[in-house]
Structures are given as C-alpha cells and as structure tokens.
C-alpha cells in the first residue's frame, strides 16, 4: 500500500501512540505470516509419485505423440530413392542417434525445460522471463507494486559490471532492439503456430499410406480423402478439452511406443545387430565422406526425428516439468531408439524397401493391427502441436500481440489446459488445404523441417538471453550450450535450405502471414495506450469542475474501462462534454496482464482514490497472468465491489493511526503515479484481506462516522445500478503518415478489429446496462 500523503494524529498522544504501536507490531506479523502463506501456496509443489506417474502417462497422448510418430516417415524422406551401400543406412542411423539425444533428450528436457515460467513454456514464456528481468516491453503499463506480487519472481540483485549487467543496458538501451526481440518472439510463436497446420498433414497422411502397402492398386486420391476425414474427427474433438482427450490418447500413445520397441527390438534380432555400431560418431564422418552432397541434403529427412521437441517444451503448460522428463527418459527415448534401430536393420537387407520401411518391416501375422494402432497414433501425432498452438496463442493474447479471440479453460485442475474454438478451425481449414495441395508426405516434410529448425533456432537465441540475464550462468556454460545447439541447429537449416523450393517455402509463407497479423495488432495496440497516455486528463481540471464535475450526479455506479493504469483517460472527459449526467460513484476499471503465468485471487485487485473523497471517484486495477481467466460469471463485479469497500475501511483506518513515515505499509509514491493525476492517496491490493479483515476484528479500532457514511452512500449507489462505460474506439491512420502505415491501421488492423471479439464479451459486461463511448483516434 502506498500513501502520498500523511495525516496526523490527535493530541490525546502518547497512550494512544502506544496502542497503536502494539496494533503495529501485530499486523506487521499478520502481514508477514499472510505474506508467507502466499509464497508457500504458489512456488512449485512437490508433486507426489501417484500423481507424477498420472501426468507423465497423460503427457504420452499429448507431448510426445508427434515426436513419436516420426519412424513413420524419417528413412523414406531421408533415401526418397533406393539404398545402393547398406553402410549408407548405419550412417544415417547414427545422425538419428545423436540427434535425438543432443537435442530433445539434453537440450530439450535437461536444459530447455528449465526455463519455464512457473511450469508454462513456449516462446512467449521466455520472453515473460526476460520482460521481469530486463525492460524490454513494449507497453510500459507496469508498477512498483507488480513486482511484489508472490508470482513475480524476479532476481533483482546483479553486480554493475557484470556481463548479465551490461546485456541487460544494451537490450534497454534502444527501442530499435526491444523491437527485434519482440519481432524474434512472433516469428517463433509464428512457425510454432505453422507447425500446428504441417504436423496433422503429415503424421495423418504417412498413417493412411498403409493402406497403400496393403493394397498397391489404391489410387491416392482414396488415401487423400481418408486422410481428410480423420483430420476433420480430429479437430472436431478438440473441445473436449486436453484432459479428456489425453486420457483418450494416451493409452494409445503409449501402446504405439510399445510396439514400435518391440518391432524394433525383433527386426535387429531377425536382420542382425550389425546396424548397433552406429552408436559410434565415426559413422556420421564415414557418412559425409561417402555420400558428400547428397548426404548433406538428406539431413532434412534425418531432422523429422526431431520433429515435435520444439511442441514439448511449448506443451509445458499442460503437464508438470517432472511429469515430461520421466515419460522422455522411461518410455520415448528408448522405445525411438529401438524403433529407429530396427527398421535400419531391416533396410542394411533390404535397400530396395525404403519406400514405406515402417509398414512393410512389420511381420505379416500382426501387420492389421499394427496398422490400426499406427493410424491411431498418427492422429494423436497431431494432439501435441494442436496443444502448443493454443498455450502458445493464449500468452500471445496476455501480451497484446494477437486479436482477441475467445478461450476455453478445459479443466478445473490444470488451469493450462486450454481450447481456442476460432484457431481450432482455423488450424483445420488450413490443415486440409495443405494435405490436399501437396498430396504427397516428402513435400510437406519439407515444409515441416523448415518450420521446426526455426522455432528451435529462435529458442537457442532467447535461451541465451535466460542463461545470462536470468540464471546468470557462467560464460563458459553460455558459450558451450549456445555453440553446441547453433552447430547442429545450422546445419539441419542449410540442409533445409536445399529444399526450399520443394515445400520448403509454405512454412515461411504461413509465418508471414500470422506475424503480419500479430504485429500489426501490437502496433494498433500501443499506439492506442500511446494515445491514451498522452491524452490523459489533469487532475488540475478534474478539481476545476467542483465535487459534481461540472454535471448533475445521478444515483448509480459507473465501472469507466480504460488502458491507463494512472491518470483519468480522454474517454472520460470526451464523455463529460457531451452528457449533462454521471454517476454518483465513478470507478476507472483497468484490466491489464502482467508477465507472470499467473496472479493470485488474494493480490489480483489494487484499489486507489482518485481525487478527493468528496468526488468518489475510484480506481481498480485487475491483474491478470497469461495463464489467467476473465471468468464469465458475476465474481468479478462482486470482488471489484469487495475490495472497494475495504479499501474505505482501511484508508479510514490508516487516518486514524499513521503518524509516523515509518509505518510498516506507508511507501514513497512510484514514478509512474507522480504525474499528479491520482491526487496522492492510499492504495491497497487485495492482497491483505484475509489479514486485514482478521486485524479489523480484534475490536480495538473503531469505525469513525466518515466511513460508515462512505460506506452506506456505495452501497446505496451500487443497489442503485451498475452501468459499464466502454470506449468504443475508431483507430485511423493521420492524414501524413506513410502509406504502409496508413494501410496497416486503416485496413489490417481495422478489419481485425472488426472480426475480433468485443470488450464487451471479453469482460462479460450484460448488454442491459452497456454504455459504449465513440472516439477517433488517429
């Protein structure tokens, strides 16, 4: 709580300075014991081994099914023609090897996974770390008192001339490059996004082929159409949440990996163990020098096996860190390696079987089986970048980088768990368009590679920045991880690069067109707060127009929404000029996400007085984390009612008793409410109500008449009605700006405005009692 001004005490004195300094002493223990509650609550629980084992088996249907899916069609896009050297195949099995463990298993699971934000991942997770650790966003709408909150979690202690120091000036120092890492997050969350539309496509369409083997003579446009129809069912059943669906997916997943270990394990017993040498390196050089070119090339094919690592980390959000890494190490990293294994041993005998080397490996007697588990898992194959696009959709929305669109919390346990109804169908129209364009897997392979060497570069890059400025790792440790994962992430991309024009391009295409659209949304969006912070009214005029501003004061409250969170906004003086009545009780509502996953219940509200009592004008800020929900109910006006009313309470509490700058909750005003529109008065997060209430209880402070009187006239007021006060902004282009600007506002970003949801059912406002604000902002 801050207090910008200070009011003395009466001069009866000493005893009841007394009294109040026991009082003191006793809250400030209450305060300390709440505080404690809250940090023990939200920092990572120790998960307990039934409950672990349930996560890592449900994480099999999620995170692991596109990586798992891959010896459907790693060998085939890696020799499209026959095996003339059976040494070619060892060679290649060797890449695959190494592959999966320098980058899933050590970098992935052991290092990456590290780095997530209280358990949710993805690029946008990153970038919420770096955003507590460095100022770097873009929107400057943050306080002081957000970084007390129990989730912040940010390490302020760094030595001025240390290296994590001088990273830290570079990245604040322009805006130029707070702009590129932005730019560098989207691109990321982009392809991530690419990857969601090219992984159903492939995963589906390498499964139908099967059918193909069984019966040669099927034309392809059968399996196409197969695979269209099972796209669709897969998307249709997105909303039933991820916890249903992994319980659905999950035993199929797992009975998938089973198999293929199992295939795997009987084609080496069967066609000879030989092909185990491979776990030797020398075969990777002995690989290069004999195949030189083309060897170089089929690196695209060898890089699928990685695909669905960069959807892990993404899937964080879903699963527990521990629940990933025991699923990885127990069942997929072994299970892959026998599956990969076998099917090389069966190709060392039969060079000529490269075409779909999965299936026709398979011994007859169980061949339909397998078949039906294989279509099954291809299908869940897809679950896992389906899953990471909305995580990764969701902290994009938290960050003002993506037009509103609506989101589904699946779960009551796992408030990760997320559906986005308007990117499912999205994903699927988008998804079907490339399954039927290119109609054949070694095309979309291509496109699929290119996608997943992109995020995982991205990563490497935004991974360095944690390494330094968040752990503040030793720069030898830096240097290593960051030199190791760009030596192997590079030359998949130059491989990649080979065929760019085979396929390659579609992934570069779709992530150009979403970070269009991204950007442009971000870039309306702050040149609206820009507005809004520029435009903001004085608080010299507010007390210019008297306690009834200047209008009559009719009964009622009105909830004014706004950007700000300090200072009155344009909107409200625009309103003003053009009716002749407000409210009795006006509350600037400010809706606003932090870079936390999260803000807990007890700390979401922060309420301050704006102007002096007599105006009973108030301000609420909500807080929300880019794991939160805006739920659609009537609690958030009951607790925005709530924390107003102890606001009173405490404010007429804090008169009565603060007569020293020493008093535990008594702080300096930030920066950012020195600007004279708040009027210097207390403000109190909802933080301390469990405390306040119990402190309040004791019966030794009494309710002066002042605060009974407040407190009736709010409540009159509220039974009175609530009206929501919403700007209804028009965003246009200035007449003199240039012409890629004025089409990004006046067409792109107008017409994502216009399809997007409204605030109004984004803060669940009933239509009965809406007032929309008209302005133009240009």
Known sequence: MEMGSRTEVDEDGDNNKGRMWDLDQQFDRSIEEEAGRLKNMYTEKQTSPLLLLRLAFQSLGVVYGDLGTSPLYVFYNTFPEEIVDPEDVVGALSLIIYSLTLIPLLKYVFVVCKANDNGQGGTFALYSLLCRHANVKIIPNQHRTDEELTTYSCSTLIHEKSFAAKTKRWLEKDTYRKNALLILVLFGTCNVIGDGILTPAISVLSASGGLKVAHPRMSNGVILVVAVVILVGLFSMQHYGTDKVSWLFAPIVFLWFITTGGIGAYNIWKYGSSVLKAFSPVYIFRYFKRRRKDGWTSLGGIMLSITGTEALFADLAHFSVSAVQLAFTVVVFPCLLLAYSGQAAYLFNKGDHVIDPFYRSIPDCIYWPVFVIATLAAIVASQAAISATYSIVKQALAHGCFPRVKVVHTSKNFLGQIYVPDINWILMVLCIFVTAGFKNQSQIANAYGTAVVLVMLVTTVLMTLIMILVWRSH?????????????????????????????????????????????VWHYGTVKRYEFEMHGKVSMAWILGLGPSLGLVRVPGTGLVYTELASGVPHMFSHFITNLPAIHSVLVFVCVKYLPVYTVPEEERFVV???????????????????KDLHKKDDDFEKKLFDNLFLFVRLESMMEGCSDSEEYSWSEPPSEHSRDGNEGGNTMVSSSVNSTVVSYMNMGQISRSQTEMDELEFLNRCRDAGVVHILGNTMVRARKDARFYKRIAIDYIYAFLRKICRENSAIFNVPRESLLNVGQIIY
Request: aromatic share 18%; net charge positive; glycine share 8%.
């Open 475 to 519: 720069w030898i440790i830096v240097i290593l991880f960051t030199g190791l994962s760009l030596v192997v992430e590079c030359t998949y991309f130059s491989a990649v690069l080979f065929k760019m024009d085979q396929g390659g391009w579609v992934p570069l295409v779709i992530a150009a067109a979403f970070l269009l659209i991204m950007y």
């Open 608 to 626: 301050k007085r704006v102007g002096p009592k007599n105006f009973h004008m108030f301000r609420c800020i909500a807080r929300y984390g880019y």
